[in-house]
């Protein structure tokens, strides 16, 4: 097993322990209303059999009036505070995983979700990687904890919305009506001796950094009558077939990569993984990365009754994974997802009591 280093010295097993950072509680809120592949088809043309076959959608959580994303981090939060049994004045630092698209623009989330949750003692901070914000979250928390002795409980949470942002009326966003909605937390706590988060694999490629955007409501292109009356600001892909070239070229070679190394690095074998938990995509990708992988449907969950809740799919995994008894105490699990820009990433997991 891979050991931890500080100052080109290998740890002792004491000290070991006492660094590594497990996941102490998880949680998930998903609001109550929903639309069916159905009325996604009829709001986009798509035929039915198309949109749940093909792009994995039976159903997914749309937002009622007060689901906002920080609120709905706020619910998620507060369950996992409750789930762990801790006071939330011993959370030592919150990070705010939901998206930019929230109440307000130029907000910082993380300080309104400190203030909701009662953790007074807490410092805050927003941080955003798109759809791998909780991979790259979970690798930034784990360092941060282990750099700081003073920090020993840390909070992920925050909420998603995006798919307010989808026009189903064009075609070229058609890969994201699979956006839904919720929230999701983690608690993790240093020395916890329980579900120790091991190794995290990140890869970016900035050739596609403007190849999915919302093209209004920046400074480039600021918000116009003609843009609200036509019910933007939505996302757009101004170059559709490039970046299909192009990130079939890489994409799925990407998604393979992280997951290796981050299992290699954790100090197993791609042989040695129990359970993947995989962000929503269309379902011919999502059987892609399992066959490369020699894995199976038995060792997954697909997320075809969520959709894609951006982030937040890998805590949605977890749970589901556990809720089917496909995780278990001494399970390997790893956590991939992928975010527009690009990003890939993924973190394995060793779940129980034990590293």
């Known amino acids: 097993m891979k050991r ?30 929903r639309i069916t592949s159905a009325e996604i088809s009829a709001l986009s043309g798509v035929p039915q059999s198309v949109v749940e076959t093909k792009l994995g959608i039976m159903q997914k959580p749309i937002p009622g009036l007060e689901d906002h994303p920080c609120e709905m981090g706020i619910r998620a939060a507060k369950l996992a505070i409750e789930r762990a049994g801790i006071d939330p004045m011993d ?8 998206e930019e698209y929230k109440e307000y623009p130029v907000w910082t989330a993380a300080l309104k979700l400190q203030e ?20 790259m979250a ?19 949470a925050g909420g998603y919305r995006n ?57 480039k292109q600021p918000v116009t009558m003609e843009i609200l009356a036509a019910g933007g600001p939505y996302f757009d892909v101004p170059d559709p077939e490039g970046m ?17 190394t981050s299992v290699r690095d954790s100090g197993y074998r791609v ?17 892609y990365v399992l066959e490369q992988l020699g ?7 697909y997320l075809d009754h969520y959709g894609h809740i951006g982030q937040f799919d890998p805590i949605l995994c977890l749970e589901l994974g556990i809720a089917e008894g496909k995780i278990r105490p001494g399970s390997v699990v790893v956590l991939v997802s992928a975010g527009i820009g690009y990003a890939w990433g993924a973190v394995t997991i060793k779940w129980g009591d034990k590293a």
């Open 4 to 33: 931890y280093w500080r100052g080109g010295s290998r740890l002792t097993e004491q000290e070991d322990k006492h660094l590594a950072v497990g996941i102490r509680s998880t949680a998930m809120y998903l609001p109550e209303q």
């Open 91 to 98: 959370i030592d630092v919150v990070i705010y995983i939901g």
């Open 116 to 135: 909701e949750i009662g953790a007074r003692n807490a410092w805050g901070f927003d941080a955003a990687l798109r759809c791998g914000t909780t991979i």
């Open 138 to 156: 979970l690798k930034l928390a784990k360092h941060l904890m282990q750099g700081d002795d003073r920090i020993r409980h840390v909070l992920l």
């Open 163 to 219: 798919g307010d942002l989808i026009d189903y009326r064009n075609p070229r966003t058609r890969f994201m009506f699979n956006l839904g909605a919720g929230g999701g937390a983690i608690l993790l706590q240093k020395g916890a001796g329980m579900n120790v988060v091991l190794e995290t694999s990140l890869k970016t490629d900035g050739a596609f950094s403007e190849d999915v955007i919302v093209s209004a409501g920046g400074t």
């Open 244 to 260: 299909k070239r192009r990130l079939e070229e890489k994409s799925m070679a990407n998604f393979l990569e992280v997951v290796r």
């Open 271 to 287: 042989e040695d993984i129990d359970f993947i938990g995989i962000l929503h995509m269309k379902k011919s990708a999502h059987d």
């Open 295 to 301: 894995l199976t449907s038995e060792q997954t969950v």
